[in-house]
């Protein structure tokens, strides 16, 4: 595939939503209502964990599995989320004082035209019995 064709493909991914961020480790700013809903937004396309801290110091980390942000009004959108110690949690956005993408996006690079690429790799080194197995999720 030319690099045309990629650039295209992830131009094509961008646009459906489909493309991941390089996120790991950003704290996002959330100072206005807009940076809230953004934030959350791309919370909730992360395929990792990610530590809310609220607004009383309480720290949890889980992995965000659903958001509710259709109201006009901040104060009745929640994200809900499965904390690592279990079960399922349902947090107001105004209950949370900050958020932290700390896990590792398993969904990052993982791009079937990544795949190609390392597969042509180890083609063009001359290896044999190519095979590109998936890294572990830790």
């Known amino acids: 595939m030319s690099d045309?064709?990629?650039s295209n493909s992830q131009e094509e991914d961008e646009k459906l939503g489909v493309a991941h961020q390089d996120l790991q480790g950003w704290v996002p700013r959330?100072?206005?209502e807009e940076e809230i809903?953004?934030?959350?937004?791309?919370?909730f396309d992360y395929r990792g964990d990610l530590t809310i801290t609220l607004r009383n110091g309480?720290?949890?980390e889980g992995y965000i599995f659903d958001r509710r942000a259709d109201s006009p009004r901040l104060k009745e959108c929640v994200v809900r989320l499965m904390?690592?110690?279990?079960g399922r949690l349902t947090i107001p956005y105004s209950d949370i004082a900050a958020l932290?993408?700390?896990?590792k996006d398993t969904a990052a690079g993982k791009s079937f035209e990544?795949?190609?690429k390392k597969y042509k790799e180890k083609k063009a080194a001359g290896e044999k019995n190519i095979g590109i197995e998936a890294e572990p999720l830790d």
């Open 4 to 6: 045309s064709k990629i």
């Open 30 to 32: 959330m100072a206005s």
């Open 37 to 43: 809903r953004s934030a959350f937004e791309k919370a």
């Open 58 to 60: 309480q720290k949890i």
């Open 83 to 86: 904390p690592k110690v279990g």
């Open 100 to 103: 932290a993408f700390t896990g």
């Open 114 to 116: 990544a795949w190609v």
